[in-house]
């Protein structure tokens, strides 16, 4: 198919088949802790990760991300003892039976996982002055985290589980993988190849935190009206 003029393609509905591989990926998409497998990524496999990932939308095509692989496992270690530093911190805030259940939680694949990424998002690229970014500098750390909901995504298609991992100091991150000031970490991801997945998000099925009902989200046309 050829572009117009203005190099548009035409666009419409995917066939039904496209359509629901589309919404299967986005429903059974799960957040792993623990079912990876070891085999390593293939190299392909991963650059369509990073491909999707890179397709991502950004404020002002402003694609802040970088993306760090890491697959030694000394690395992985160190990371891993961070997490398990910030997760005793983490479970100090919660008190009795909920600071039991959280204990209970695996909440992370760092060591198991065969490939960590380091999301990142360098606040300065693109210049002082961003489009889009004017009056709201977030918006870069938003798009980083489109990228991350792209590759996970992606991800699910290849049958390649990814866990996020946000439970450490960012300074302890960003001193073992020598990352600038300016830069900022967006998500420790986990992948390696998964056979099964949980139906349900794992902290639903381990009684964590139930999935809130969609009509409770909804208002029409100002705050609280239903
Ligand atoms: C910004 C962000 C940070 C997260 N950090 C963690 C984390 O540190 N550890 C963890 O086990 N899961 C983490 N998760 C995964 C969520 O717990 C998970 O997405 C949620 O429970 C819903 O489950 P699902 O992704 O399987 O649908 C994170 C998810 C997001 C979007």
Same mark, same amino acid.
């Given at each position: $198919?050829?572009?117009?003029?203005?190099?548009?393609?035409?666009?419409?509905?995917?066939?039904?088949?496209?359509?629901?591989?589309?919404? *299967?990926?986005?429903?059974?998409?799960?957040?792993?802790?623990?079912?990876? =497998?070891?085999?390593? %990524?293939?190299?392909?496999?991963?650059?369509?990760?990073?491909?999707?990932?890179? #397709?991502?939308?950004?404020?002002?095509?402003?694609?802040?991300?970088?993306?760090? =692989?890491?697959?030694?496992?000394?690395?992985?270690?160190?990371?891993?003892?961070? /997490?398990?530093?910030?997760?005793?911190?983490?479970?100090?805030? /919660?008190?009795?039976? *909920?600071?039991?259940?959280? *204990?209970?939680?695996?909440?992370?694949?760092?060591?198991?996982?065969?490939?960590?990424?380091?999301?990142?998002?360098?606040?300065?690229?693109?210049?002082?002055?961003?489009?889009? *970014?004017?009056?709201?500098?977030? $918006?870069?750390?938003?798009?980083?985290?489109?990228?991350? #909901?792209?590759? @996970?995504?992606?991800?699910?298609?290849?049958?390649?589980?990814?866990?996020? &991992?946000?439970?450490?100091?960012?300074?302890?991150?960003?001193?073992?993988?020598?990352?600038?000031?300016?830069?900022?970490?967006?998500?420790?991801?986990?992948?390696?190849?998964?056979?099964?997945?949980?139906?349900?998000?794992? %902290?639903?099925?381990?009684?964590?935190?139930?999935?809130?009902? %969609?009509?409770? %989200?909804?208002?029409?046309?100002? @705050?609280? &009206?239903?």
């Amino acid at each position: $198919m050829l572009p117009d003029q203005n190099g548009c393609l035409a666009a419409g509905a995917f066939s039904s088949d496209e359509r629901a591989a589309v919404y *299967r990926a986005i429903q059974t998409r799960r957040d792993v802790r623990d079912e990876f =497998l070891p085999e390593p %990524l293939p190299e392909e496999l991963i650059a369509r990760l990073l491909g999707a990932a890179h #397709q991502a939308p950004s404020v002002g095509f402003m694609q802040p991300w970088n993306f760090v =692989l890491v697959r030694q496992e000394e690395t992985r270690e160190k990371v891993w003892r961070a /997490f398990q530093r910030a997760n005793d911190e983490a479970a100090e805030m /919660f008190s009795g039976e *909920r600071q039991a259940k959280y *204990r209970s939680l695996k909440l992370e694949g760092i060591r198991k996982a065969p490939l960590s990424i380091c999301v990142t998002c360098d606040r300065t690229r693109g210049g002082a002055v961003v489009l889009g *970014r004017t009056h709201n500098q977030q $918006m870069d750390l938003y798009s980083t985290v489109c990228a991350v #909901q792209n590759l @996970w995504l992606a991800a699910r298609a290849e049958g390649v589980g990814v866990g996020w &991992v946000s439970i450490f100091h960012e300074s302890e991150i960003k001193s073992i993988l020598a990352i600038p000031d300016h830069v900022e970490i967006v998500a420790w991801l986990c992948l390696g190849f998964v056979d099964k997945l949980y139906q349900e998000p794992e %902290l639903a099925a381990k009684g964590w935190r139930q999935r809130l009902p %969609l009509e409770d %989200l909804i208002f029409e046309e100002g @705050w609280g &009206v239903r």
